[in-house]
């Protein structure tokens, strides 16, 4: 069993070896840091993504805001689940404190990094939206899916770190929007016919 989880852990080394030093281009070097620092960039933050919510909002009414309360939820649990009960379990180090080759792209973080917290958020939230709105669910998952990738890219994840995020963040995703959809009112109204 010892060897097995070497092997793993020799793959997960390596894919971060590539996704952090091989495929890389000047863009992605400016893009994925970003995207990573989405919840620091001001501007992006506080520029087109509220327009866009806005939108939303007014074109679903009430509902939407129920959706968005819903996200919160399911990405708070998802932090709080993995900061506070597993990565103090697990402890495993970052790629920086591992002792592999890393380019670092942002600020280093000073805590473990199984799971990703950024992936296990986002999922959430994709999970959540999907089931609300399912022609939603595969649009969400690939900013996910970017968000995740990114924090590998930039150098403070390992793989395996933001795909342990990622399933986390799906099924506490998929719960808590299962649990609203069912007893919340989450529920899309049937379209009338015509």
Not at 23 to 37: G, S
Not at 43 to 53: D, E, I, K, N, T
Not at 60 to 74: C, F, H, P, S, Y
Request: aromatic fraction near 12%.
């Amino acid at each position: 069993m010892a060897s097995l989880w070497a092997a793993l852990r020799g793959v997960d080394a390596a894919l971060f070896h590539c996704i952090n030093q091989v495929w890389t281009h000047p863009w992605l070097d400016a893009f994925f840091p970003w995207l990573t620092d989405l919840n620091r960039n001001a501007v992006a933050l506080w520029g087109a993504l509220p327009v866009a919510l806005a939108w939303w909002l007014y074109a679903q009414r009430g509902r939407a805001v129920k959706v968005l309360l819903a996200m919160v939820v399911a990405a708070g649990l998802c932090d709080a689940v993995a900061y506070r009960f597993i990565k103090p379990h697990v402890r495993r180090s970052r790629p920086a404190d591992s002792g592999v080759s890393v380019i670092l792209r942002t600020h280093r973080p000073g805590s473990y990094g199984f799971p990703s917290n950024h992936a296990c958020n986002v999922f959430a939230g994709a999970g959540v939206l999907g089931l609300a709105e399912p022609p939603l669910f595969w649009p969400a998952l690939a900013v996910a899916a970017l968000v995740a990738y990114s924090r590998v890219y930039v150098g403070v994840h390992f793989p395996a770190d933001v795909a342990a995020g990622a399933l986390l963040g799906l099924l506490v995703g998929w719960a808590v929007g299962a649990g609203l959809l069912r007893f919340g009112g989450l529920a899309r109204p049937p379209r009338s016919k015509k």
